[in-house]
């Protein structure tokens, strides 16, 4: 239905936009224009990470993503140009595999960022999937960082440092104790943190960030430091919406992830980290080469955390660096992925088969799995 088979392999099929080349065209591994955002606590450090910036302060780069808040321009090949929406409605399960499509249509289900924390962001929260549709008409943000680079002081907030009430914490906003009661923790390269929607959480001051969440610009702030705009004009708040949208039963809750470790051939580790309802996250960790399958259910978005080398596929072969982040479309087929470097993987994914199994032929056992991956508990 959604694809035709062609002597070149696996081939987006012709149902297509204007637009969007309306022959055959080969999929292959995708990169977009990096999207810049210049909130309030930014700097220059995504420079760092090999991104030519625009001048001024840049706090995020939107990598991935169909947002409208920003929507990613395709930056290679024969779809250069074009949106990755318009392509997705172009050839849906092509793209985003049977797992996505089933379970989110042609909305791509997820938005990959980096982050320059290079001052404090606000203290804030966002909703769930519930709230966000009835007050925001959108997805909730559950979301994930991986910690690029952090000066040796870098502290974040996640979550409080003791069980409270809607009532009691709307008090403590009140008299200006907030701080009182913030769960503050030093954070270091390589951290990995898990914040489900309805956790209270800030990034700190000299963090780098490769961030994985759900589609959606829905954050509510609970305090911002009384910081102005460059023109002047106070950043709201989002006071009532914030204190409903907080899941009280998890503000206690440790956000940081150990993850499991399994190296399935001599040239690639792979770290099961998060195996959320909405996204699985694996780092892999790559010394010469390794062998990978878009088989048909997901999408592969990954991040280039550190290093570089080529992908290549049937069709050809794509180079990559720090810093860069590419989408492997669902129905790709088989890739491999040579030289040395750390990589970030989100997807869609399936428990038994993308957690449980693996780990358990590793020799991890039930309890070290649902202790160790993040996420684990709300899929039941």
């Known amino acids: 239905m959604y694809r035709e088979q062609s002597e070149n392999g696996i081939s ?38 090999g991104k030519e910036l625009p001048e001024g302060r840049v706090a995020e780069s939107w990598e991935i993503s169909t947002h409208p808040d920003g ?36 909305h791509f289900p997820l938005l990959l960022k980096l982050i320059d924390a290079n001052d404090w962001l606000s203290v804030q929260v966002h909703p769930n999937d519930r709230y966000a549709a009835l007050h925001e008409r959108d997805t909730g943000k559950t979301e ?35 701080n009182q009661i913030l769960k ?26 490769a961030e994985v969440q759900q589609n959606s610009n829905a954050t509510y702030r609970l305090y911002d430091y009384d910081r102005k705009n460059p023109d002047g004009t106070s950043r709201p708040l989002h006071i009532e919406k914030a204190l409903d949208a907080i899941d009280y039963g998890r503000v206690r809750q440790d956000g940081f992830v150990d993850g499991l470790k399994v190296c399935p051939e001599p040239g690639l580790c792979v770290e099961y980290l998060i195996a959320d309802p909405h996204f699985f996250i694996q780092r892999l960790t790559v010394t010469s080469e390794a062998a990978c399958i878009a088989d048909g259910r997901s999408f592969h978005a990954l991040i280039i955390l550190s290093g570089q080398g080529q992908l290549s596929w049937k069709g050809g072969t794509l180079p990559f660096r720090t810093g860069e982040s590419i989408l492997i479309p669902a ?14 993987k989100s997807f869609v994914g399936d428990l038994t088969r993308d957690v449980l ?22 899929q039941d």
């Open 144 to 178: 994930a960082w991986v910690v690029l680079e952090a000066e040796p002081d870098a502290t974040i907030i996640h979550g409080l440092n003791r069980d409270i009430s809607r009532e009691e914490l709307k008090a403590y906003l009140q008299e200006g104790r907030l």
């Open 71 to 106: 929507m990613g321009i395709i930056a290679n090949g024969p779809f250069q140009g074009h949106t990755l929406q318009e392509l997705i409605r172009a050839h849906p399960v092509a793209i985003v595999g049977t797992a996505s499509y089933q379970a989110y249509g042609e």
């Open 357 to 378: 199994e693996p780990l358990a032929e590793a020799g991890y056992s039930p309890e070290a799995i649902r202790e160790k991956v993040a996420g684990f508990q709300r």
């Open 12 to 49: 987006a099929n012709k149902k297509v936009l204007q637009g969007i080349p309306q022959n055959d065209v080969p999929l292959y591994p995708i990169k977009f224009r990096p999207l810049y955002k210049n909130y309030i606590w930014g700097g220059r450090n995504l420079e760092r990470l």
């Open 184 to 209: 503050y923790r030093p954070i270091r390269k390589g951290d990995v943190v898990y914040i489900p929607a309805g956790t209270i959480h800030a990034a700190g001051r000299g963090l780098l960030l």
């Open 331 to 344: 129905e790709l087929g088989s890739y491999r992925i040579q030289g040395h470097a750390a990589i970030l």
